[in-house]
């Protein structure tokens, strides 16, 4: 079992695990032993942004070092709308002589969020998305990687119609487009992105790399040939690659349209 201090079992420690604690007493001016409530750093929805969070009320008294459950509330320091709740147990093991907690769950639920572009390209399975998402916070390889390759082989049709909504916008090669439309028809995702051969606008690639090459090459391992921990790096790798080709393709869009704003404001001075 890990050591580690308040701050980060709060902050770090996915639910479902037990982990020492080495800091949780903490005595107050009279002396009275309560378990440590420290500020916290996490994602905040309203802000947008990582923010400092503070402790909410009163901690329990833990100076007899009696088992405790307990609800931990906090809330962004920065907008105060923003909450984050905690369901939390401790046992002192005498033995070790170590606090003991465990973190039955949160909410907002662990890990960081999923920005709502990708949620709006993955479209209709946002929740099959989201069950792969727990998973690979609590290390369920396996489960990540079939939730995460179910959505992609689901929402192919979706994916490509978005490639080609963006192609068509950068004015890109009719040929790709119709490539596009064919591989659309494709049952499996792997087949249909084998079927483009002409290169995906620049704007779309993701460090130089194709982003449907990169999603290819992630989905065709076999989830049999896989350990856990190797299904988990590959669902990691899934998730990124999709989150960053959902921001590239709106931000196609978006470049695009300030491009056609300024140079229609400058057009329309030189006529005026
Ligand atoms: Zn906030």
Partial sequence: MDDLTQRDFLERVPPGAKVCVTDLENADRQGTVRYRTPDIELHCTTCNGTRFFAFLGTADYIGKRESFK??????????????????ISGTYEEAANKWVLYKYG??????????????????????EFLK?????????GVGAFVYYRRV????????????????RHLGA???????????????????ATEAIKHAIPQSLLINGYNPLTLLHSALSQGVHEL???????VANSIRIVLIEFADRLAQAMKDEAELNDAVSRLANKKAG
Avoid: H, M, W
């Fill in 152 to 167: 992609v082989e689901n929402q192919k049709g979706r994916i490509f119609d978005e490639i080609i909504r963006v192609s």
């Fill in 173 to 191: 090669d009719e040929a790709l487009i119709a490539e596009l439309e064919g591989a659309k028809t494709e049952v499996q995702f792997t087949k």
């Fill in 227 to 233: 350990t856990d921990e190797q299904c988990l790096e």
């Fill in 132 to 140: 792969g998402r727990r998973c690979e916070n609590q290390g369920l």
């Fill in 106 to 127: 949160e909410e907002p639920a662990f890990g960081p969020p999923t920005p709502a572009r990708a949620i709006t390209l993955i479209g209709p399975d946002r929740d």
């Fill in 70 to 87: 307990s609800f931990l509330s906090y809330y962004c320091r920065n907008c105060r709308r923003c909450q984050k709740s905690y369901a």
